[in-house]
């Protein structure tokens, strides 16, 4: 059985095996419904989603919050209050970021060529094995200047004094292998990423700019090949013991926990972790307080496909409701 593996899942097993073991081989996620529909990560969602709108359907970037706001509160109306809040803030943070890009010229720079593109490639790993590395790309574009191509995220956070560390970051690393993955089945081949950071602000006269900055990471041939011998291993890694687990061996020697910092704000499971080790009825626990998903089912477009039916006369959404 071929593994599928993105960016999300290599990220999840490196940082701690059992998080991968749990929301990846296992498959359980927190339930929706228990959710708040509040929160910096929904921000930054809803503002993805509108800047999506804006460059990949030609609609516009802040009725396409409207509508993203009006479905959250149809189906949350007890945070109503809440969201008309968050949606103030959306608001400002797109409306800003859209006139900042004008004026510094930043999309004339560059031509995009596929938004929101899921894109799969096949990697045969030393001893035969193959396992399928898939990525969701918020833009690819093409500088006009030399027809280089790079690929654009948007992230909206707290700080921007961190934007010297992209550098570090695989995610745009990951998306370039998979492009030179293709590249030498004929396809093309991406040198690199543009992060476009959008900060966590209304930017009211109170507020400290600057507000949004674009950051542009360059990949040559040594960091290719630096970034394909790390998938390749830490994939060979995660295809053995995906194979030792569905035939039976110990998840406590085979997907072990790496206690840290990163427990409070990245993992769900901090309460069933250690009902892994004291002899607890962990699985009840888990069966009880989450709910099986599709891992990378956040890779389909079904809120973006009710913000375009909402938008585009003639459009139904698809759904039966």
Known sequence: ??????????????RCH??????????YSVDPTRQKPISSANLGTRVHLALEAHYGYNLDALEALKVAYYLAKRQ?????TE???EHSYA?????GYLGWAADEGIDAEHEVIATEEVVQREMQLPGGMTVTLMAKLDQKVRRVSDGAIRFRDFKTVGTLSKAHLLALDEQMRFYTLLETLDADEGGGRADGGLYSMI?????????????FKQVEVSYNRHDHASMLARVTAVATEMTEADRKLREGGDHRA????????????????????PLMDDGSRWEDALRANFVKADPYGYYG???MDQVRAALTPGMTDGSDG
């Open 1 to 14: 059985m071929s593994l599928t593996l993105s960016n999300s899942t290599i990220r999840t097993f490196k």
């Open 18 to 27: 059992r998080h991968w073991y749990l929301g990846f081989f296992l498959g």
């Open 76 to 80: 949350h109306p007890l945070y109503e």
């Open 83 to 85: 969201l008309d809040h």
């Open 91 to 95: 608001r400002a943070m797109t409306s």
């Open 199 to 211: 900060l966590r602000s209304k930017r009211t006269p109170k507020a400290n700019g600057p507000f």
């Open 254 to 273: 085979l997907a072990y926990p790496s206690p840290g910092d990163h427990c409070g704000w990245a993992c769900p499971f901090t309460l069933i972790c």
């Open 301 to 303: 477009t079904g809120l």
